[in-house]
DNA sequence: GCAGACCTACCTACTGGTCGGTAGGTCGAG
DNA sequence: CTCGACCTACCGACCAGTAGGTAGGTCTGC
């Protein structure tokens, strides 16, 4: 997982963790292998020591990225609630770990925009089942009467903007708002809000 | 305004429109001078004589964008209707003016995802008069009890992402989905869920 | 003749990546 | 304990390629 802590990193790790931080904020082409060593404290040749390539490097960045996120949101999948409270659970755990993470949300925002086209992992193909169970439950739930009806697919594109979204453009929504969208009590009341407005255009 | 058409184009909007393109496409950082005066059809320095370096261009062509924007909005956002059928419009126009420029919508979005701060123009404070506006226009209609209670500022939030994300993120959408997201009738049903969703969450 | 549009040729800065080499540690053989 | 073989981690110097940008010349229409 994405180590977050300041003791006995591996020099990968490192790097890695460095390498993260600048492809999230200035992009894949806005990072050179440069301020990537320069961050770690090496110089470029020991970087490309560890990692083949700047693409491979980045690959692998992401992929970890990516099962991280996977296993945060395991257990709230995986949890045999059902109807609202399920629902409320994977929001939770989905908003939490981007909470957490909120740094690295614009990568996946990056890499979302970019259609994972030119980089390593096809995100689409990896989201992919997941998607589909989560369109099937709430097509169950809707059918059951347990949700009011909708386009199953369309609510989750709306969730997946609305959650994503706040994140990944924080440093716009900055100017927008009066306040840091990352501070705790902003983002307690973001979360509280998705959860209500759901909860509204869901539950009967 | 952003031209379409093929006709009577100067020099200078042909290369204004090819950078909208490319900026759009792969961003600031993925597209070369080169690049843009090759889809034109001249050279580099050709390029150059027009515009004195390529951040100038991209400010130009940002700029041209959003007041092209605007003014799509504008009639919408002047019009004397209240209540819903005045969201109803506001988020119609929007719609539509971002699926008829789908392709520079991802431009917005790199810039909101950058903060707009390493390039020209402060998106946030432009936007920030339309956003104040808005705010106020929600709290009014709730508090008149038009429409139900909600924090004005999340609802504004949430509505950006999920109209803007669809556009934005549509080569990764079109992996995730069956179909191409920006499809006529995918477009149709988009809009469709959106009105409806915002409607049951406002009208009481 | 002149001005604008365009070109080729060139510059410097920086990119990702390779090369050869070195400091320091670990190992097993004698 | 010592010696040499081997290893990983790191470095400076260098490479080819490309970036944005400039200088100076040519061509065309007024």
């Avoid at 949700?147 to 990944?168: K, V």
């Amino acid at each position: 997982m994405v180590v977050h802590a300041g003791e006995h990193l591996s020099t990968r790790d490192l790097i890695i963790n460095e390498a993260l931080h600048c492809f999230s904020e200035v992009g894949y082409d806005g990072t050179s292998l440069n301020d990537i060593a320069a961050g770690v404290g090496i110089r470029r040749p020991s970087l490309l020591h560890h990692f083949p390539s700047k693409e491979a490097l980045y690959h692998e960045a992401f992929e970890r990225l990516l099962s991280d996120w996977f296993e945060r949101l395991a257990g709230a999948i995986a949890s045999s609630e059902r109807g609202w409270s399920k629902v409320q659970l994977v929001i939770g755990a989905g908003f939490d770990f981007f909470a957490d993470n909120h740094e690295y949300v614009r990568l996946m925002r990056r890499e979302a925009l970019d259609g994972g086209a030119h980089l390593g992992i096809d995100l689409a193909a990896v989201l992919r089942p997941l998607w589909d169970r989560s369109v099937d439950f709430f097509r169950e739930q809707m059918e059951a009467g347990v949700f009011r009806q909708h386009d199953p697919e369309q609510l989750l594109l709306t969730g997946y903007g609305a959650i994503l979204s706040y994140f990944s453009d924080s440093p716009f929504l900055g100017g927008l708002l009066d306040e840091d969208p990352l501070a705790p009590d902003a983002l307690l009341r973001r979360r509280d809000h998705i959860t209500a407005f759901f909860r509204t255009a869901l539950v009967p």
